[in-house]
T-cell receptor
């Protein structure tokens, strides 16, 4: 597609429940990035992929967060046993190359109650 | 001190005014991005710079690598330019994107 598609737009989970977010990058883009925006304008890098391979996962809290980008499927970000502090907007972005213009999805607002 | 600092934090302007938003950074970078986040939350990439100047419509972005500084200019501002403008730099050593805290711009008719 011609835009980065993120689903769902909103997700509400009780503390301890699982949350799964999806991102379809722009066709032909090799890089996918996940960012967490906790407060307006405070972005935290989570993970990046080059095609289906993890490129950099140093931002991921690995005990509860996992992510995949499998061929012919949307990328996914999964949070096991959500905590209140996971409440944030999760943005996915894709780019053709590593140092090229980023295209952002519209984000998934996760609310953990 | 943040590695990426933006100024001002908040900016109000009258329609038609020339606007400048500044970004200073303290790390070596491979690229600098200017992003626009609309009130609804959507993010649009405006520019990606590694040197010099770029222009797109009423928007101009400049970067001075020696001074570690970039500016985003909006000419003939319009209420639809109201948004948060975010500067983000790619750290040359870690390859990570570091975001500034944004400049909230409101343009009144």
């Amino acid at each position: 597609g011609e835009e980065v598609a993120q689903t769902p737009k909103h997700l509400v989970r009780g503390e301890g429940q699982k949350a799964k977010l999806y991102c379809a990058p722009i066709k032909g883009h090799s890089y996918v990035f996940w960012y967490q925006q906790v407060l307006k304008n405070e972005f935290k890098f989570l993970i990046s992929f080059q095609n289906e391979n993890v490129f950099d996962e140093t931002g991921m809290p690995k005990e509860r967060f996992s992510a995949k980008c499998l061929p012919n499927s949307p990328c996914s970000l999964e949070i096991q046993a959500t905590k209140l502090e996971d409440s944030a907007v999760y943005f996915c972005a894709s780019s053709q190359g590593r140092d090229e213009k980023l295209f952002f999805g519209s984000g998934t607002q996760l609310s953990v109650l | 001190k943040n590695e990426v600092e933006q100024s001002p934090q908040n900016l109000t302007a009258q329609e038609g005014e020339f606007i400048t938003i500044n970004c200073s950074y303290s790390v070596g970078i491979s690229a600098l991005h200017w992003l626009q986040q609309h009130p609804g939350g959507g993010i649009v990439s405006l520019f990606m710079l590694s040197s010099g100047k770029k222009k797109h419509g009423r928007l101009i972005a400049t970067i001075n690598i020696q001074e570690k500084h970039s500016s985003l200019h909006i000419t003939a501002s319009h209420p639809r330019d109201s948004a948060v403008y975010i500067c983000a730099v790619r750290n040359y050593n870690t390859d990570k994107l570091i975001f500034g805290t944004g400049t909230r711009l409101q343009v009144f008719p």
